[in-house]
Nanobody, 125 residues
Framework: QVQLVESGGGLVQAGGSLRLSCAAS????????LGWFRQAPGKESEFVAA????????YYADSVKGRFTISRDNAKNTVYLQMNSLKPEDTAVYYC??????????????????WGHGTQVTVSS
């Protein structure tokens, strides 16, 4: 059974950086497409970034394009989200998700089969 565990969240000032990690266990990591979503208090969950199982293609929400970078290390069974130039509106719980045996999942929550429990990111102004 595939499990995902996020880490790396915390409190940071506006303009700062954080790197989130999501470690996977179970299954064959290299056969998953992966993504990051976030949910702010009182708001619906929103897509942040996704990466194909090959790692060749990446996709971003317009709100984070140019500031966030998704990457994966198949040898470590880990996906990362590097977040730079953070803004207070980036404050949310961040979740990683995996599309098992899917080459592409993009921004579609229904294509993700497994979700982590989330890590809190708080950006102060």
């Amino acid at each position: 059974q595939v499990q995902l565990v996020e880490s790396g969240g915390g409190l940071v000032q506006a303009g700062g950086s954080l790197r989130l990690s999501c470690a996977a266990s179970g299954g064959t990591f290299s056969s998953y497409a992966l993504g990051w979503f976030r949910q702010a208090p009182g708001k619906e969950s929103e897509f942040v970034a996704a990466i194909t199982w090959s790692g060749i293609s990446t996709y971003y929400a317009d709100s984070v394009k140019g500031r966030f970078t998704i990457s994966r290390d198949n040898a470590k069974n880990t996906v990362y989200l590097q977040m730079n130039s953070l803004k207070p509106e980036d404050t949310a719980v961040y979740y990683c998700a995996a599309g098992i045996s899917r080459s592409y999942t993009g921004s579609y929550p229904s294509l993700y089969d497994v979700w982590g429990h989330g890590t809190q990111v708080t950006v102060s102004s």
